[in-house]
């Protein structure tokens, strides 16, 4: 895939899944205590009130849990229709279209951007590009969080909940993601890795990285 074909790929992917992806994710941190206290945690040292991005954020669940942490936050997808499901599920936080590799952002404006299983299908050529626009919109200090699985081969998902579409979703490694984060000026604060659960049909190992952009 070269170019901006992935960008394509990706929209018209989370466009035909929105509705059931929504459904299946109603409540995506549920289950999973560990993540609930790395935003807790993320959220306690951005500030009450910081404004923060959520990059990437799908139907707005992850959004609406951050803005009840006490963050001024805001949403952004690619997905056109992933937007929609968000506006009409959160009405009272604010959703915007847009690719995370060109924000509709000033420099330096945030004290926080969150990519919670966002990056996972931006090409491995492409990261560099989408790390340096992240330091873009970040202020001096600024915290990005991301979330993603671990691994080496991406997961091919075809035909998920019988639409027609396919997509690739990249597993990473963690210390190759802080390489690239720490190249783009971001210095590591913290690397977890939980292992994968059974009962949460996970296929991975899931790897949480909270970077700083340098002061
Ligand atoms: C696996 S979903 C995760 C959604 C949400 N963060 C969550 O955890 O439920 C990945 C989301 O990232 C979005 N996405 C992927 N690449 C993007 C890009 N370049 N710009 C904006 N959104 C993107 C997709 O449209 C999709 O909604």
Redesign the pocket.
């Known amino acids: 895939m070269t170019g901006t074909d992935f960008?394509t790929a990706?929209?018209t992917?989370?466009d035909a899944v929105?509705e059931d992806?929504a459904a299946h994710?109603r409540d995506?941190l549920a289950d999973r205590p560990l993540e609930r206290a790395l935003l807790a945690a993320y959220a306690e040292q951005v500030g009450p009130g910081g404004t923060v991005a959520?990059?990437?954020?799908?139907?707005g669940?992850?959004t609406a849990h951050l803005a009840g942490l006490g963050l001024t936050v805001h949403g952004?997808?690619?997905?056109a229709s992933?937007v929609a499901v968000a506006r009409r599920d959160f009405p009272g936080l604010r959703f915007q279209q847009?690719?995370?590799?060109d924000l509709p952002l000033a420099d330096g404006t945030l004290a926080g951007a969150v990519?919670?299983?966002?990056?996972?299908?931006?090409p491995a050529d492409e990261l560099p590009a989408?790390f340096a626009e992240f330091h873009r919109v970040l202020a001096p200090g600024g915290l990005l969080l991301l979330?993603f699985q671990t691994g080496e081969a991406p997961l091919r998902l075809d035909r998920p909940w019988g639409r027609p579409v396919v997509l690739d979703?990249h597993r990473r490694h963690p210390d190759r993601m802080a390489e690239l984060l720490t190249d783009a000026g971001f210095d590591l604060r913290s690397s977890t890795v939980r292992q994968r659960e059974e009962a949460l049909a996970e296929s991975a190992p899931q790897a949480f990285l909270l970077t700083q952009k340098k002061g």
């Open positions: 960008l990706t929209r992917f989370y929105a992806y994710f995506p959520d990059l990437g954020c799908g139907p669940a992850v952004l997808d690619l997905s992933m847009g690719s995370m590799l990519s919670w299983y966002s990056s996972i299908h931006t989408l979330a979703f």
